[in-house]
């Protein structure tokens, strides 16, 4: 029944009901916004990597409170 999957028409079909549901003025507007998020993870993600593992971190220790006279 599944043997062929998804076949070329079976994509035509679905960019045509897409197409027709959002309609020829919306899509380059989405495809931009779309291209543009992939951007903007896509420089998140190297600033990340960049930055290093958390591990690496420096860590505040707090201050020891002052010694109490006795």
Do not use: C, Y
């Not at 020829?24 to 930055?51: F, N, Y």
């Not at 593992?53 to 002052?66: C, I, K, L, S, Y």
Request: zero cysteines.
């Amino acid at each position: 029944m599944l043997r062929n999957g998804l076949e070329p028409w079976h994509l035509l079909i679905v960019a045509l009901v897409v197409i027709v549901m959002f309609g020829s003025k919306k899509l380059p507007d989405t495809a931009r916004a779309l291209g543009k998020s992939m951007r903007i993870l896509k420089s998140e993600a190297k600033a990340m990597k960049e930055e290093g593992p958390a591990d690496n971190a420096p860590t505040v220790t707090p201050a020891e409170p002052p010694a109490a006279a006795h």
